[in-house]
């Protein structure tokens, strides 16, 4: 009955754990946000004091769990229809999202598991502990999960999520976003970041887009609209790839993968 | 000059207070999308090996208890075999991911004790799990791991632990058994006895 839970502990070995050389490439934390950005306040009490300690890594983190396709429903990837009991489905401005999920030598990660979660059109989550006044809709769950194909391609099809207003400092609004969970090959690439929309004004006054240290690094996580990609009469499409760590390879590993 | 051409890794955003809508629908209440939480059993038939419970809390830095945290386990079975290695056990997936009580901050991992898995050189480690933490407030997801108490010898010549410098930190990564298969293991992210997180 639920073959997905044997089959999703596969293990995937990138690169092999006892290859010389092998291993992630070391994580560039100046890239990433900071544990204490006090303008995202809740960050103040949540952030790690003390360095965290470094280690080379081992199988554990070269290695990680694997998602079979068989699992995955066919609305899954679909948010306008797979929580809808109408067949018109979510409202809001329908678009796709597409792109893919590579490694820092630019190579597709290939079948690994993409996890979003957004807002309503209007910027209303469908949670216990949301409390907007913005309104539910019916049609609209939020969630959506898919696994890229062989090249690393991923896409989602949903409605533009709506900025909402979050208690912070008096007036904060986040921009438009989608959250993204990705997994990659080893539990040392796990990544948990935001999809932002190009030429939203918000983008630049929010304080959790204002943890990422440069515009370089925020500028790397807005979409661009792709009209050409667009499907007329039907869903703009966005572009969104995603980056996780890559690893050390020896030559002869780069040989074995035809590079 | 020539250049090194690489790609950044995409910058970590906070998982935020709804992250259980993407990672757990279910319990966030959204019926009908999936069938079922991903990673809500870890144990998927005669699993070999000790069963065990590892239960815990995370706190703030002013001791209160996260209750909108989600957590994920990677880790060996019983053998010290992750899951598609020659002779695993195809009974235990090696990953689980659980939510706190959104009332009370207390998660709970139902699991089998894990076997020891060798270090980079050879060296055995000491069982252990791997944990990541992500929340409202965490910028980048925490990376730690979980120890057991009752493995001292284990845990003496484990070639992680033997690099850390500030031995009375140790601790942190020790969970505590309680009886019955459980263990206890709570994650302080400040403070007094703040827990050790890694980087690799
Ligand atoms: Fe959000």
Known sequence: ?259 | MQRIARLKESPSQTAGPYVHIGMLPNFAGIDGVFDEDLGARMIVGEAKGERITIRGRVFDGVGAALKDVLLEVWQADAQGLFPSQEGADPAFTGWGRQAADMDTGEFAFETVKPGPVPFRDGRLMAPHVSLWIVARGINLGLQTRIYFADEDEANASDPILSRIEHRDRIPTLLAEPKGDGTYRFDIRLQGENETIFFDF
């Open chain 1, 1 to 259: 009955m639920n073959a997905f839970k044997q089959k999703q502990a596969v293990l995937q070995t990138p690169g092999g754990h006892d290859r010389p050389g092998g291993g992630l490439y070391a994580r560039d934390r100046s890239w990433h946000p900071a544990a204490l950005t006090p303008a995202y306040k809740t960050s103040v009490t949540r952030s790690p004091t003390r360095a965290p300690i470094s280690f080379p890594t081992t199988l554990g983190e070269e290695t990680g769990p694997v998602f079979t396709r068989d699992r995955l429903g066919p609305l899954d990837a679909d948010l306008v229809h797979n929580f809808a009991r109408s067949p018109d489905g979510a409202i809001g401005p329908r678009i796709v999202v597409q792109g893919r999920v590579l490694d820092e030598d630019g190579r597709g990660v290939p079948h690994t598991l993409v996890e979003v979660w957004q807002a309503n059109a209007g910027g209303r989550y469908r949670h216990k502990k949301e409390g907007y006044l913005a309104p539910l809709d019916p049609d609209f769950g939020g969630c959506g999960r898919c696994l890229t194909d062989e090249a690393g391609r991923y896409e989602f099809r949903t409605i533009q999520p709506g900025p909402y207003p979050w208690p912070n400092g008096p007036n904060d609004w986040r921009p438009a976003h989608i959250h993204f969970s990705v997994f990659g090959q080893s539990w040392g690439q796990r990544l948990i970041t935001q999809m932002y929309f190009d030429g939203d004004p918000m983008i630049w006054r929010c304080p959790i887009v204002g943890t990422i240290p440069s515009p370089e690094g925020i500028e790397s996580l807005v979409a661009r609209l792709d009209m050409e990609a667009t499907i007329p009469m039907d869903a703009r499409v966005y572009r969104f790839d995603i980056v996780l760590r890559g690893r050390r390879q020896t030559l002869f590993e780069n040989r074995m993968e035809g590079l």
